[in-house]
């Protein structure tokens, strides 16, 4: 049987692909072509396919017969033997014993219960008979279950056939027969819904001998009454009386060609039908499918490849029980640690850049510019409360006598108290660096989660060191504190002395924020949720030093509300049920109502550290934290009154503006040293140990040797992909001999193509015409006179007969005719 010659090794080669898939186990997502076999039951399916094998070796039986997909691969060859995948090795030349087996391994997998399966049986036949052909026996659709099926089957089997129908590089072989309606085929309507402009469907007509008397297929088999792309084949099987008699399938071939060339309707179509032609044309399609689509399942597995290569990176050569391979992986992942370590904290440019939060150098930087002053600005509370403060000790100074001058005493206490209150924000500084310290680390490790061990024992010494550093630089943070409590530098340049400091105090200016001026201090987006109008609503908010303002957004047209500062406090909310965001809320402390009706704003931020900027933004414009007041307070507050004593109030005044004066410069100097001693005790030490010693440290393990034991989960997920890479690598190998095959017997063809116009034109010295030229209606025939001859030689070359007939050009029907004087 003649093929599509030239192309026939592409069937081969799609079949090696799909058993190199199949045997190393591996599900890749790429979808080989092949022909999938579509139809209702009993439409005559298991006849077609066994009419291309020309063997009975298909379950046959009422009901659903064919219940898991057969992947049925028909080879050329000399010889004629079947050989099932999942019992390699083992060749079948009984096809009755090809039956029982398919029989066995279907129920084997689903019951004897008329279940049915995705899972394919793969089966090979090879005969001297049959064309290079894949095709895919899916069941027969069915509307009503039976025995003890599921109430579902029929969806059930239609999950399966579009499983592998809706494939795009999947033909479409639908199975009718000639004796239904074709407006209501199944298997015409299921290839519709997922090819509906029948560019990959094929259409089968059977049991065309069966159609009533005086009835025939003729406008459907001329492709006239519900056209496909591909067109229809109609084909004539044995009946079941045939079977039943085990008619050989060679005369049921004999009497199918008979049937055509005997019937009027068929006669004229009879070379374009039957079991032979139907073979040749999906012989055809198939090979023209494979070529069109191999171009695009190579780069499929090139894409994946690459994937899978970039995960393996080194392992794929990696032998567990080779110890100088696991020194080798051993210093490549501390190495890549390292990198990774440094490139988190130092920044990367690379593409996988974290866009949804900020994270390692990025984190810490926003803890010192951010996070850390605003825990200093926490520890200044308000000015009553420093006033209060500085009255007390005032008062505490000068005992029962009457102060006539304002004491230095308490402007050294006042400094110290506020100086030591710098030491927690300063520690838990310290705290939230070496907390995202121990993330990077974490993250980094992920690479070595393949080795758990390993990771185990990283994370260990480098938290270890950590936690020693984190400690050395508590104690030099203390240090600081102390040194700044031992000696109060009243001749700094930037204090204003007591002169300029009893001056304020004389001219008696209020203590606001006026001199900030109405300066903006932040903006951005908040979520306001205790309004019932405007409940959860996202406002633009922009906050000075003197009031706060939102619009409806950032383009602060649409002014919403203005609310003044004055007298406001915050405090922080709990989360509730449905607002699951960070919350504060802004409030007066006599409990009037802040806007309207309302006693408190509740807003919310995107994330705790967008809350906490913005509290610290507040605390810039003097709206203060909530302070709970005690009894002590009371009674203190009580005792002093400033509007009793003006001496006194005028003495508060002073050492207000000297403390205020001097923790500037405390303040300003503590955040800028902070930083710079975590960075060099903590983040860089780290950093040193990490490229340094970390790999000492290892080395210095008694269970060295046990340090890169793979867990079971990644063996086997290593092992998993160490398959699917050889797989591709063997699915690119066989498409590369695939190509180089074509391209040899391209250059065959173009060279047999050539030699042959060659000695075409040698043979037959006419007007050389350029191969397979074609017009669609042959052009219009004319002729015109040859030229007349010189003037006074007319006569001489009439006598000497020089003039010949006209005469036509070879092969007049593909160009126009004209006639050649020929003049010596």
């Given amino acids: 049987?003649?093929?599509?010659?030239?192309?026939?090794?592409?069937?081969?080669?799609?079949?090696?692909?799909?058993?190199?898939?199949?045997?190393?186990g591996v599900n890749l997502s790429l979808d080989l072509p092949q022909i999938a076999v579509v139809g209702g039951q009993s439409a005559g399916k298991s006849s077609v396919l066994e009419n291309f094998v020309g063997r009975d070796f298909l379950p046959r039986?009422?009901?659903?017969?064919?219940?898991?997909?057969?992947?049925?691969?028909?080879?050329?060859?000399?010889?004629?033997?079947?050989?099932?995948?999942?019992?390699?090795?083992?060749?079948?030349?009984?096809?009755?014993?090809?039956?029982?087996?398919?029989?066995?391994?279907?129920?084997?997998?689903?019951?004897?219960?008329?279940?049915?399966?995705?899972?394919?049986?793969?089966?090979?036949?090879?005969?001297?008979?049959?064309?290079?052909l894949t095709l895919i026996d899916l069941p027969g659709m069915t509307k009503v279950p039976?025995?003890?099926?599921?109430?579902?089957?029929?969806?059930?089997?239609?999950?399966?056939?579009?499983?592998?129908?809706?494939?795009?590089?999947?033909?479409?072989?639908?199975?009718?027969?000639?004796?239904?309606?074709?407006?209501?085929?199944?298997?015409?309507?299921?290839?519709?819904?997922?090819?509906?402009?029948?560019?990959?469907?094929?259409?089968?007509?059977?049991?065309?001998?069966?159609?009533d008397e005086g009835t025939d297929a003729r406008l459907i088999l001329e492709n006239k009454l519900l056209p496909l792309r591909r067109g229809y084949v109609g084909v004539v099987n044995r009946s079941q009386r045939d079977i039943d008699g085990q008619k050989d399938i060679k005369l049921a071939l004999e009497s199918e060609r008979k049937y055509f060339l005997g019937h009027p309707a068929y006669r004229h179509i009879a070379d374009k039908l039957g079991t032979?032609?139907?073979?040749?044309?999906?012989?055809?399609?198939?090979?023209?499918?494979?070529?069109?689509?191999?171009?695009?399942?190579r780069d499929k597995l090139q894409k994946q490849m690459i994937i899978l290569e970039k995960e393996l990176g080194d392992f794929k050569k990696f032998s567990p029980d080779d110890p100088s391979l696991?020194?080798?992986?051993?210093l490549q992942m501390i190495q890549q640690f390292a990198l990774s370590f440094e490139k988190v904290l130092e920044g990367s440019r690379s593409d996988d850049v974290n866009t949804t939060e900020l994270s390692g150098g990025a984190k810490i930087n926003c803890i010192f510019h951010?996070?850390?002053?605003?825990?200093?600005?926490?520890?200044?509370?308000?000015?009553?409360?420093?006033?209060?403060?500085?009255?007390?000790?005032?008062?505490?100074?000068?005992?029962?006598?009457?102060?006539?001058?304002?004491?230095?005493?308490?402007?050294?206490?006042?400094?110290?108290?506020?100086?030591?209150?710098?030491?927690?924000?300063?520690?838990?500084?310290?705290?939230?660096?070496?907390?995202?310290?121990?993330?990077?680390?974490?993250?980094?490790?992920?690479?070595?989660?393949?080795?758990?061990?390993?990771?185990?024992?990283?994370?260990?010494?480098?938290?270890?060191?950590?936690?020693?550093?984190?400690?050395?630089?508590?104690?030099?943070?203390?240090?600081?504190?102390?040194?700044?409590?031992?000696?109060?530098?009243?001749?700094?340049?930037?204090?204003?002395?007591?002169?300029?400091?009893?001056?304020?105090?004389?001219?008696?200016?209020?203590v606001s924020n006026d001199h900030l001026g109405n300066q903006v201090i932040r903006k951005g987006y908040m979520t306001l949720h205790n309004l019932s109008i405007i409940k959860g609503r996202s406002f633009w908010y922009v906050l000075s030093s003197d009031n706060l303002a939102w619009y409806k957004d950032e383009t602060e047209k649409e002014i919403q509300y203005i609310l003044p500062l004055n007298k406001l406090r915050l405090r922080d909310v709990g989360s509730g049920f449905i607002n699951k965001k960070p919350t504060f809320a802004l409030f007066l402390p006599n409990g009037a109502n802040v806007y309207k009706d309302y006693k408190q704003l509740e807003l919310s931020c995107s994330s705790l550290d967008d809350m906490n900027s913005w509290k610290a933004s507040f605390l810039r414009a003097g709206v203060y934290p909530e302070k709970p007041i005690n009894d002590e307070t009371e009674e203190d507050n009580a005792i002093i009154d400033n509007d009793v004593d003006p001496q006194l109030k005028r003495q508060v005044e002073v050492i207000r503006n000297l403390v205020e004066s001097y923790m500037s410069i405390v303040s300003k100097a503590t955040k800028d040293l902070v930083p710079k001693i975590i960075t060099n005790l903590i983040i860089k030490n780290t950093k040193m140990f990490i490229f340094e010693e970390l790999?000492?440290?290892?080395?210095?393990?008694?269970?060295?040797?046990?340090?890169?034991?793979?867990?079971?989960?990644?063996?086997?997920?290593?092992?998993?992909?160490?398959?699917?890479?050889?797989?591709?690598?063997?699915?690119?190998?066989?498409?590369?001999?695939?190509?180089?095959?074509?391209?040899?017997?391209?250059l065959i063809n173009k060279e047999e193509e050539n030699h042959y116009s060659i000695s075409t034109v040698s043979n037959k010295p006419t007007i050389a015409t350029k191969k397979n030229y074609r017009l669609s209606t042959p052009p219009p025939v004319f002729s015109r006179p040859a030229p007349p001859p010189p003037p006074g030689k007319l006569r001489k070359y009439k006598s000497e007969k020089n003039i010949s007939e006209p005469r036509p050009i070879a092969n007049s029907n593909l160009i126009p005719k004209f006639y050649i004087l020929s003049i010596p």
């Fill in 1 to 24: 049987m003649a093929g599509n010659a030239g192309m026939e090794h592409l069937i081969p080669i799609v079949n090696k692909l799909q058993d190199a898939f199949t045997v190393l």
């Fill in 61 to 132: 039986g009422s009901g659903i017969v064919t219940r898991r997909p057969l992947i049925l691969q028909l080879i050329h060859s000399k010889f004629e033997y079947a050989e099932f995948l999942h019992n390699k090795g083992k060749k079948f030349t009984d096809f009755d014993e090809v039956r029982k087996e398919i029989e066995a391994e279907t129920d084997r997998i689903t019951g004897n219960n008329k279940g049915i399966s995705t899972l394919p049986i793969n089966l090979k036949i090879y005969s001297p008979h049959v064309l290079n």
């Fill in 146 to 211: 039976i025995g003890d099926q599921p109430a579902d089957i029929e969806q059930q089997i239609r999950n399966m056939i579009l499983q592998f129908i809706k494939k795009e590089s999947c033909l479409i072989l639908a199975v009718t027969p000639a004796n239904t309606d074709l407006a209501n085929s199944d298997a015409l309507q299921i290839a519709r819904e997922v090819d509906p402009q029948g560019y990959r469907t094929i259409g089968v007509i059977t049991k065309l001998d069966i159609m």
């Fill in 276 to 297: 032979p032609y139907l073979q040749k044309v999906l012989n055809e399609q198939l090979t023209n499918h494979i070529r069109n689509t191999l171009p695009s399942l």
């Fill in 326 to 330: 696991k020194n080798k992986a051993l």
């Fill in 370 to 510: 951010e996070r850390f002053p605003f825990e200093i600005v926490k520890m200044e509370f308000d000015e009553s409360e420093l006033r209060r403060e500085i009255a007390i000790a005032i008062a505490n100074i000068h005992g029962i006598r009457i102060g006539l001058f304002t004491p230095d005493l308490a402007f050294d206490a006042i400094v110290k108290k506020q100086i030591a209150r710098l030491k927690e924000p300063c520690l838990e500084c310290v705290n939230l660096v070496v907390t995202e310290l121990i993330n990077i680390i974490r993250t980094c490790t992920d690479q070595m989660s393949r080795f758990p061990r390993l990771k185990e024992i990283v994370e260990r010494i480098i938290t270890n060191y950590l936690r020693r550093r984190e400690e050395f630089c508590k104690d030099q943070l203390s240090v600081y504190i102390h040194c700044q409590l031992s000696y109060m530098n009243t001749n700094h340049e930037d204090f204003i002395g007591f002169a300029n400091a009893e001056n304020q105090a004389k001219k008696s200016v209020p």
């Fill in 695 to 746: 790999l000492v440290n290892i080395y210095a393990q008694e269970d060295r040797i046990n340090l890169l034991e793979e867990c079971p989960a990644e063996v086997k997920k290593r092992e998993e992909k160490m398959a699917m890479f050889q797989a591709c690598k063997s699915a690119l190998d066989i498409i590369g001999d695939c190509t180089m095959k074509c391209s040899s017997n391209t």
